[in-house]
């Protein structure tokens, strides 16, 4: 049965019995680290436009995340990317992937 399952898929590879494969839906966003003073946790603001519903106009909308940390590595200023994750503590949800940009 096992072998049938491993040969059983579509021209890409991809299963199509009851072994589907889970798609990663975490979240990826990008901003900017505005405070690191707390251990292990950074807080990045992520700027998205979004067009307003009556005006049509695009505003700007930041929000703040607090995201976890582990090396200390991001300082003030630096360009972040996070990642949606399990809750850390009462406010961290989020976790740092990469630095993109250190703040000069």
Do not use: C
Request: net charge positive; no cysteine; charged share 35%.
């Amino acid at each position: 049965m096992a072998e049938n399952l491993a040969q059983e898929g579509t021209s890409d590879g991809t299963p199509t019995t009851g072994a589907q494969v889970r798609v990663n839906r975490r979240r990826i966003r990008e901003g900017t680290v505005v405070e690191n003073r707390m251990d292990k946790t950074a807080v990045v603001a992520v700027v998205e436009r979004v067009r307003h519903a009556k005006y049509a106009k695009t505003v700007q909308r930041t929000r703040r995340l607090y995201v976890h940390d582990e090396r200390n590595e991001a300082a003030t200023g630096d360009r972040v990317r996070v990642a949606e994750t399990r809750p850390f503590s009462k406010l961290k949800r989020w976790r740092l992937v990469e630095v993109l940009e250190r703040a000069r």
